[in-house]
């Protein structure tokens, strides 16, 4: 393997998935005789590289459900749990992340945001805070820079504190 493709590999392994695959494919097209059953390889390398940008949506998402309940919620309580998964949350998604994953990150920002959302909306009136499942915006009120910044955290609407992990 060449020292580039080792290093992208090393540095980013969501884009070397994707390179392989697309070499693999390249061969199977140009119908290598070889006893590799590359189209299936190329979909299985795919997959890793598929599932790890995954784990990191997920991780956004659920990101994103805590940090609109931290700012949104008027209940003291379980703010502290809320701040919990904030931080186990942004420390899952920092293991995985790499620049490729982050274009996708930001790319599907928006869609990922509104099912946090539809999650934060149906639960909050559950714990009798139906006016504030209401005042959720629609749009996604935090940058990339604030969901990755792990000192960071929303105002409470409310004027809850809340003290550092």
């Not at 998935?17 to 059953?37: G, I, M, Y």
């Not at 599907?108 to 006016?131: C, F, I, K, S, W």
């Amino acid at each position: 393997m060449s020292t580039a493709l080792s290093d992208l590999h090393d540095r980013d392994l969501y884009a070397w998935t994707r390179h392989q695959a697309e070499a693999l494919r390249k061969l199977a097209a140009e119908r290598c005789d070889c006893s590799l059953d590359l189209e299936n390889l190329a979909e299985e390398i795919e997959d890793v590289g598929s599932e790890r940008r995954d784990a990191v949506v997920s991780q956004i998402r659920g990101l994103l459900v805590h940090l609109l309940k931290l700012e949104h919620s008027p209940s003291p309580q379980p703010r502290r749990q809320w701040l919990v998964t904030v931080n186990d949350a942004r420390a899952e998604a920092a293991q995985r992340w790499t620049e490729a994953i982050a274009r996708e990150v930001v790319a599907g920002l928006d869609a990922t945001y509104r099912r946090a959302r539809r999650q934060v909306a149906l639960e909050l009136p559950d714990h009798g805070e139906a006016e504030a499942a209401r005042a959720l915006p629609t749009e996604c009120p935090y940058t990339l820079d604030q969901l990755t910044d792990e000192d960071w955290l929303p105002a409470n609407r409310h004027g809850l504190a809340d003290e550092p992990l």
